[in-house]
């Protein structure tokens, strides 16, 4: 039987599978966590209590739905699932995987990706201290473990995710010092507008609450700088948008400008890359229903930043082009409805990117004394003295000037730097190029290699 | 909710739910402490200290950033064994692990 590996068990990895098992097939999903769910349906460790409704508010009727469906095909036995492990290289129809035993590997005949997104974050001068976290990390602590980061916490970025999280902070009984929107509000109405002709419901319910933060949320803010001490943050220095200088004291600071996807297996695996100006990164290119080469698929938030309702439908959709391409018979009539769908998201997932852009001038405006790779410490003046010599591609400044370099691989550092990189060139994004990703994706403990390496 | 060890230093996290679970004893640097079943090694160093490791690289700490084992600031030693992703590593009962590399500890971090 043809074998289709799907890595990731977010709504795209969990909605393809099903598509596949309802097809006949018994897809291996490879899931870096212990439980299927993602990133935003996570599930917390078992002898947790709180009921969904706590944990996915007004989506808890979805999460429990994708998380019965994956149980039910575990149940039934007609997934292969292997949790806990990450795929950090792909070769020829062979995965190999990180997990619990050393130099596992995993053969496929096709392939979908379905590896979601991860916090897009700035620099903000100070953030390479312990207690700066990202909005992500402070969600999953009080998703997953039921913990704040901190003591009082100042959030700051732009996008969904900042109210969301915030709301759920406050909701859990955390101290929320401030939650700090670069996106002027002339902005996030233009592109509010949009979202709201998509989807109204959707619109409304981030309405609500946003409303709920109070005036504890300001939007078209500047960070200057987060003040540090010893044991981590003190203080965040801001303006607001009418210039006026503000210092909110904290001791944690969670940081995030909507989301990045994440593309580096999509990248080993052969995908070609556009850089997009909506979303201000390089997207892997597909066609409408997710093919991106040869036998490789791609779903989810790790192809367009569309949410999780968007992953469901494109998980679907790239699970039955891949049973089209295998000759199998998939339910056309399904598939149109499906791809009607995503567009409708498509245009809602534009406008959220427009109403909560990356900010680029404060990127661009960085002292040159700013930590830009948190990984390596190398900062942002350091790489404003490498451009001469290594000229403007980013992989040349990589290897000359080491940002990029580090254990993140770039994933939190490589935006910023390719905005620092075209305001010393005056190049576009898409002219200073894109990282490339290189095998192992997360770096692997050595005896992972040590094996590869014997076999090769 | 405020704990301090035995440094007197306070721990970054705190509990806000789930606070019912059995109780998981382990060892941070020598030093017996309490978690609970279902911690992740993240939560139960960080709720009794400020941070993971020292940093490599300047002064500062480190105590994670992404939690979604896509940073790798979180890597930590154990007396023992291999070296763990804090972030993503469950916690076990008499778990021995360690803020600076153990003497013996040979390599580079990735
Ligand atoms: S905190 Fe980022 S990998 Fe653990």
């Not at chain 1, 989810?300 to 469901?312: K, M, N, Q, S, V």
């Not at chain 1, 390719?418 to 990703?437: K, M, P």
């Amino acid at each position: 039987m043809t074998r289709v590996l799907i890595v990731g068990a977010g709504p795209a990895g969990i909605r393809a599978a099903a598509e596949l098992a309802g097809a006949g097939l018994r897809p291996v999903v490879v899931d870096e966590g212990a439980r299927a769910g993602g990133q935003i349906y996570r599930r917390p460790p078992e002898m947790f209590s709180r009921p969904a409704k706590v944990l996915y508010g007004s989506e808890a009727g979805k999460a429990g739905a994708l998380h019965g469906l994956f149980d039910a095909l575990l149940a039934e036995d007609r997934v292969d699932y292997l949790p806990n492990r990450t795929v950090v290289g792909l070769s020829d129809g062979v995965a190999h995987l990180v997990g619990p035993e050393i130099g596992e590997r995993c053969t496929f005949d096709r392939l979908i990706l379905a590896t979601g997104a991860m916090d897009r974050v700035a620099p903000v001068p100070g953030w390479q201290a312990a207690g700066v976290y990202t909005l992500g990390a402070a969600q999953i602590a009080l998703k997953a473990q039921g913990v704040a980061l901190g003591r009082r916490i100042v959030l700051a970025g732009s996008g969904p995710l900042l109210t969301l999280v915030a709301a759920q902070l406050l909701k859990a009984g955390a101290d929320v010092a401030a939650v700090l929107d670069t996106a002027p509000l002339a902005t996030q109405m233009r592109g509010g507008l949009k979202m709201a002709l998509a989807r109204p419901g959707v619109t409304a319910r981030g309405l609500m609450l946003r409303a709920r933060l109070g005036r504890r949320f300001r939007a078209g803010v500047s960070l200057e700088r987060i003040e540090t001490g010893p044991s981590g943050p003190k203080a965040l220095h801001w303006y607001d948008a009418a210039g006026r200088s503000h210092t909110t004291t904290c001791d944690t600071v969670a940081l995030g400008w909507h989301l990045r996807a994440e593309t580096a297996l999509a990248d080993l695996a052969g995908s070609a890359f556009d850089w997009s100006e909506t979303w201000a990164q390089w997207l892997p290119r597909t066609d409408v229903e997710g093919r991106a080469a040869d036998g490789l698929y791609l779903a989810g938030d790790g192809l367009r930043i569309l949410g999780a309702d968007g992953a469901e439908l494109a998980g679907r959709v790239a699970a039955r082009a891949c049973l089209a391409d295998l000759g199998l018979s998939t339910d056309p009539a399904a598939q149109s409805r499906d791809l009607k769908r995503l567009r409708k998201m498509r245009r809602f997932a534009e406008g959220v990117a427009s109403a909560f852009p990356w900010p680029a001038q404060m990127v661009r405006d960085l002292p040159d004394e700013t930590v830009l790779c948190r990984c390596e410490g190398v900062t942002a003046g350091e790489l404003r003295d490498t451009v001469p010599l290594s000229g403007p591609d980013a992989n040349r400044v990589k290897s000359l000037g080491r940002v990029g370099m580090g254990r993140c691989q770039g994933r939190y550092c490589q935006l910023a730097a390719a905005e620092l990189i075209s305001e010393t060139t005056r190049l576009s994004s898409a002219e200073v190029g894109r990282l490339r990703a290189q095998p192992p994706v997360r770096p692997a403990p050595v005896a992972a290699l040590v094996s590869d390496h014997d076999e090769d | 909710m405020s704990r301090v060890n035995a440094a007197g230093e306070k721990g970054r996290l705190i509990r806000l739910a789930e606070s019912d679970r059995a109780p998981l004893p382990f060892y941070l640097d020598g030093v017996e402490r309490q978690a609970m079943q279902g911690d992740t090694v993240l939560t139960a160093v960080l709720l009794s200290a400020g941070g993971l490791r020292s940093a490599e690289f300047g002064l500062e700490k480190r105590a994670g950033f992404c939690l979604m084992g896509a940073c790798q600031d979180c890597w930590m030693w154990q007396e023992d064994g291999p070296r763990i992703r804090a972030c993503s590593t469950p916690l076990k009962a008499g778990m021995r692990l360690l803020t600076d590399p153990p003497k013996t500890w040979p390599g580079e971090l990735p």
